[in-house]
């Protein structure tokens, strides 16, 4: 058996939204119900789903996907496809007008996949939309890490830290991973015969200190200092901007005299992007947060000669899912294969009605994606090898629509006793943190 591991992918658009129930029901297109951008009736025929075209009085536009028998051409409801009968995804298209110019016509015949016989269906998985989050991390004495992990900086002594913040911003910028050894000096020490602790606060500050003034790392990570559970910035910019209390500055951290002090390192996170993009091969956009990493080291940077500093990830840096950005260029693929491409000169790409898009995906918005992965057997294949086409299906929607469609194809899936484990989650769970703050 020869197998080719790549899917033909395709991708639907279904944001139109909720419109309630229309028509009568039990008669073809009856009780017409669009919920979450999928169209959820049976008896209305494929061609209604031209953007153009009405049924029982009203429109189906772009951003509309339904199911549809395979023979019949009619919508029906995947869970109630208890004969397991082989059926097609059916969507509008995404041109508000049936011609380009005088003669050039058909752009809004609506888009289908090839048939899927809900044996050959080999997996189906959702990802709900997600926000992006910055990487945290906790040294010292902070509230997370416990008192245990309050540190014992001796006078006159000097201690390292090393930082490194990795990624492809990092990369970008400098061409390699960022790092620094930060080193602070704790004082001299009343009685250099008999070395006493200093107020942990003094190497917290001095280390963020460093990071926030170095002309690399200010850009890439924003440090705070905890003392006794309250945080404590740079400025006053980032003091508001992270809902510290008025005041709490540096200065102030080493004013407090409290009895745990530790180090907050938050990892930047910027979209970077053009405003518009003529989607030429030189536009950019960027989206992937920065990892970070900090370990105390010696002197010539060895980080196995210490274990008293504790270290510990709250939250890795973790991308945005359901980007505005990564849709819309995934759908510019899927209507490339059209033959409807998206021209990269402005002027051209308003005449073939390429600015439509936009009007479907809001570039600034986050989507639900829902894929289907089936197969089509050649039974008769010239080379005499048997042989599997595959096709990825996405439909872009929203958390919503991700929820209409794992249902539909649960039921689907259980009902035909289809050998998969079902609708799958693989949804990123963003980290939720919160600065530690002490009430005034």
């Not at 297109?29 to 979450?36: D, I, L, N, T």
């Not at 208890?82 to 058909?106: E, M, R, T, V, W």
């Not at 993009?277 to 992937?288: H, I, L, R, V």
Request: hydrophobic letters at 35%; aromatic letters at 10%.
């Amino acid at each position: 058996m020869s197998y080719f591991n790549h899917a033909f992918r395709k991708t639907f658009v279904a944001t139109y939204g909720d419109q309630p129930p229309v028509g009568t029901p039990g008669t073809p297109g009856g009780a017409a119900e669009v919920k979450s951008g999928i169209l959820l009736t049976t008896g209305m025929h494929v061609s209604n789903l031209k953007s153009t075209a009405a049924a029982e009085g009203w429109v189906l536009g772009p951003g509309v996907v339904g199911f549809f028998d395979s023979k019949t051409n009619e919508s029906i409801l995947l869970s109630n496809n208890a004969k397991c009968c082989p059926f097609y995804i059916g969507a509008a298209s995404l041109k508000k007008n049936d011609k380009q110019g005088p003669f050039h016509g058909g752009y809004q015949e609506s888009h289908k996949s090839k048939v899927i016989n809900p044996k050959y269906l080999r997996k189906a998985w959702k990802v709900d939309p997600n926000a992006a989050s910055r990487a945290v991390l906790e040294l010292g004495g902070t509230p997370d890490n416990g008192v245990d992990c309050n540190k014992e900086f001796i006078c006159e002594q000097t201690y390292y830290l090393r930082v490194e913040v990795k990624g492809t911003a990092a990369l970008r910028f400098a061409n390699h991973n960022l790092y620094r050894n930060l080193a602070a000096y704790t004082g001299c020490c009343d009685d250099p015969a008999a070395p006493t602790a200093v107020d942990p606060a003094i190497v917290y500050v001095e280390w963020a200190k460093q990071i926030a003034e170095d002309p690399y790392l200010k850009d890439f990570i924003r440090p705070l200092v905890v003392v006794d559970g309250d945080s404590y910035g740079y400025d006053a910019t980032v003091i508001a901007e992270e809902g510290l209390n008025p005041g709490n500055d540096f200065d102030a951290a080493l004013a407090a005299g409290g009895t745990t002090a530790g180090l907050i390192l938050l990892g930047a996170y910027v979209d970077t992007q053009f405003e518009d993009c003529t989607f030429q091969t030189t536009d950019y956009y960027g989206k992937e947060p920065i990892q970070l990493f900090a370990s105390e080291v010696d002197l010539n940077g060895d980080p196995c000669a210490f274990e008293g500093l504790c270290v510990t990830t709250i939250c890795e840096g973790v991308q945005a899912n359901g980007l505005g950005e990564s849709v819309l260029r995934d759908v510019i693929l899927s209507e490339s294969y059209l033959q409807n491409f998206l021209h990269s000169d402005l002027r051209i790409r308003e005449i073939t009605q390429g600015t439509s898009t936009y009007d479907i995906i809001d570039r600034t918005a986050l989507y639900g994606r829902f894929f289907i992965l089936h197969s089509v057997p050649r039974f008769n294949n010239p080379t005499g090898v048997f042989d599997n086409d595959q096709y990825l299906l996405d439909i872009v929607g929203t958390a919503q629509t991700n929820s209409v469609l794992e249902n539909e194809f649960a039921t689907l899936i259980e009902d035909c006793n289809i050998n998969c484990e079902g609708v799958e989650d693989y949804t990123v769970k963003e980290c939720d943190y919160t600065v530690p703050v002490v009430a005034p």
